[in-house]
């Protein structure tokens, strides 16, 4: 399960590992958690197709990955979510954690300097204790350089990623996505093999703290 806080995450952050994921027969399914209305501050697209739109780019995306199956919570982005917000979120990410039964799930880590990245982290360790998930959960990276446990060697991915970005059209109107969201891989390389150009970093993500939600309690 791959956990992106808005549509293109899921390709930045963890695209290439989940597209190995595919290549050997797993499912991925993807779970994007915001709406992503806020991606278009200047009011270039039809507000009313925005929305719609977002999802369309993360579809086409995906398929470029192997990704086909995608599940979009479309909660409101851009605002520190109240401890009741914050729980209710986690609960509903706990369903689709029990319905689909990952043995990983990957999600941004706690680190992450982005708002809506941090708290979507927060909620999915909260959402694995509530599941009572037993499996391996690694947080990525997108807007902020975490300091990897695991690097994994996706070189072999690199185009596969940046066509699939290149779908996120209404996000490449604004900056030049590909350079800059992919510029890490390529410094990630150097903890693997001379040979290697190109690896997305891991870190655990840990457990839920009382902090998360601000509603879990100590050894809950």
Known sequence: MLLAPHADDDIIGAGGTCAQHVAQGDPVRVIVA??????????????????????????????????????????????????TELLA???????????????????????????????????MRVALQLADFQGAAWGYEVWSA?????????????????????????????????????ALMAQRSIYVTPECRYAEGFAPLGPATPEDAGLVEEGA
């Open 34 to 83: 915001y709406s992503g209305e806020a991606g278009d501050p200047d009011g270039r697209f039809p507000a009313e197709e925005y929305a719609a739109l977002r999802q369309r780019e993360a579809r086409a995306g995906g398929k470029h990955l192997g990704f086909d199956d995608y599940h979009f919570l479309g909660h409101p982005e851009g605002h520190e979510p109240s401890p």
């Open 146 to 182: 975490l300091v990897p446990e695991w690097v994994n060697d996706v070189t072999s991915l690199y185009d596969a990623k940046a066509a699939a970005l290149r779908e996120h059209t209404s996000q490449l109107s604004y900056q030049d996505l590909i350079h800059k969201a992919l």
């Open 89 to 123: 979120a986690a609960e509903q990410l706990a369903e689709h954690v029990r319905a689909f039964a990952p043995d990983i799930v990957y999600a941004p880590w706690i680190g992450e300097h982005h708002l809506d990245h941090h708290v979507a982290a927060r909620v």
